[in-house]
């Protein structure tokens, strides 16, 4: 009977968490999903695109606000929960009918616990895809139109190898140029500067052609056939057409590149690898440098070059990218392909232990391209597993916040909704400043990366821990009156305490 009343006490807790969850997560998304599109909207409507682009944009950043706020959105539902629980004195019951702390906990613990494996997929499957997708498409949105494109200062390529134009200034939402300077290699007998002081770019209504105005400025040309004559032509205005600029939107269809923030932890695990071989291969080549360098001053003969380790040498993928890979095949089986034999390397192990004489014998000329590309890859390397860490730390927090949550909202059950914005802000400013510093400090090879990116989350798992267990030891459920009485009997000890 009492594991009955257990499973009935875990299903109802559990549905208590649904509809502040549901709430947290929706509101939240919403207010970051309105900022960005309050930073967006004017450039992408100044763009004259369709409202199905401007919709997708927004549509693709949501992924990202998701991975955010899920976290929050835990953290606040466990405090709105529990602490409306305990002012209802309703876990003072459960309490009663001989269901502890800890077996309230458990419920919660593995809710916690799915919803970070939902999260993690998500991070690690949906997000780079929206992050890649969204790229792609502000990219091809920046192409859309050359007012937005060229940039100041830089001569810029307007049509192919035809037609270049620089300018000194460029307004962003009147189109108007300042100190401009055209080059016009269109016809192959003559070349063509022209010159203004200023001028504004517009386009024809379909958007196909291009026309610029120029004011006050003078034509320069040159007959190729004849280079000994030079003319130039001076002018107040000067409307000049560029055919085939097009103003509509062009999507790429393959882009092949993709950031650390659009793979998933196997593409970035298989990158991390790379690079480590990277590092060995330049470790090796700096060691046979200096080996050259001391073998050349003692007059011996220098010897041969060290084999490179290629990517069979890699080491092998993690387990859970071994299992995700053999998943995939098992759905989607791949056409099999021949394969030719390849000679057995080295590993990355056997280059990066290769034993020889130090750097530090020779002068710094030697090995030091060497030196800087073995730092560059470790930096590469590094910012892969910052990313993969983060990936799984955000993901775990959902965790860490119901062990922080649960002990705050017993300990001041009354405290209302007050208690709900208070906490939760204090504790996401903390935690994503630690996470912001920490990537920073990874990034740069300060501290690992496991450190980098953990330590916010192993903080507050130790501060959810001490809070369990001193509202385990006090029982619980006191009241706000009862914690201010403490909380000042505490300050009057420490004020009459001599000095």
Known sequence: MAAVIVRIISRYLLRQH?????????????????????????????????????????????????AVTLPMAVLVAVLYTFSHLAADNEITVMKASGVSVG??????????????????????????RSNHR?????????????????????????????????????????????????????DPERRRVIRADSGRMAYTPGGADLYLTLFDGDIQEVQRADPDQFSRTFYHTNVIRVAGIGNSLERTIADE???DREMS????????????????????????????????????????????????????????????GGLVAWVFPAAAQAQTPTPVLRSVDSVRNKTGPS????????????????????????AYLVEIHKK??????????????????????RAGIGLVIGVSLGVFT?????????????????????????????????????????????????????????LRRRLNSFRRRPA
């Open 18 to 66: 649904l509809a502040p969850l549901a709430f947290a997560l929706t509101a939240l998304t919403s207010l970051m999903l309105l900022n960005q599109v309050a930073k967006q909207f004017s450039n992408l409507v100044g763009k004259g695109l369709p409202w199905s682009v401007i919709a997708e944009v927004f549509v693709l950043s949501i992924p990202f606000i998701l």
């Open 103 to 128: 077996r309230l906990m458990l419920p919660v613990l593995g809710g916690a616990v799915v919803v970070s494996l939902v999260a993690f997929v998500w991070s690690d499957q949906v997000l780079p």
């Open 134 to 186: 969204l790229r792609g498409l502000l990219v091809d949105i920046q192409r859309k139109k050359p007012s937005f494109t060229l940039r100041e200062q830089v001569i810029n390529e307007v049509v192919p190898q035809r037609f270049f134009l620089r300018a000194a200034r460029i307004d962003q939402a009147s189109n108007r140029l300042k100190n401009v300077s055209i080059y016009d290699l269109e």
């Open 257 to 259: 590149y993709r950031s």
């Open 265 to 324: 932890v196997c593409q970035m695990e298989r990158m991390v690898r790379e690079t480590q071989l990277e590092a060995a291969n330049a470790g090796a080549a700096a060691q046979a440098a200096v080996s050259a360098e001391l073998r050349r001053l003692a007059g011996l003969t220098p010897l041969p070059p060290p084999v490179r380790a290629d990517s069979t040498a890699l080491p092998p993928p993690s387990p859970f990218c071994r299992a995700l």
């Open 359 to 382: 750097v530090a014998l020779i002068g710094r000329a030697v090995g030091t391209s060497e030196d800087a590309r073995v730092r560059a890859a470790r930096q590469r390397g590094a």
């Open 392 to 413: 799984l730390a955000i993901a775990t927090a959902c965790l860490v916040f119901t062990l922080v949550g649960v002990p705050v909202a017993l300990r001041f059950p």
């Open 430 to 486: 903390v935690y994503y400043v630690g996470l912001i510093g920490g990537e920073d400090l990874g990034d740069r090879l300060i501290v690992s990366p496991f450190l980098a990116m953990w330590t916010p989350n192993l903080v507050f798992t130790v501060v959810g821990l001490v809070g369990l267990a001193i509202v385990a030891r006090d029982g619980g459920g006191g009241t706000r009156a009862r914690e201010w009485a403490g």
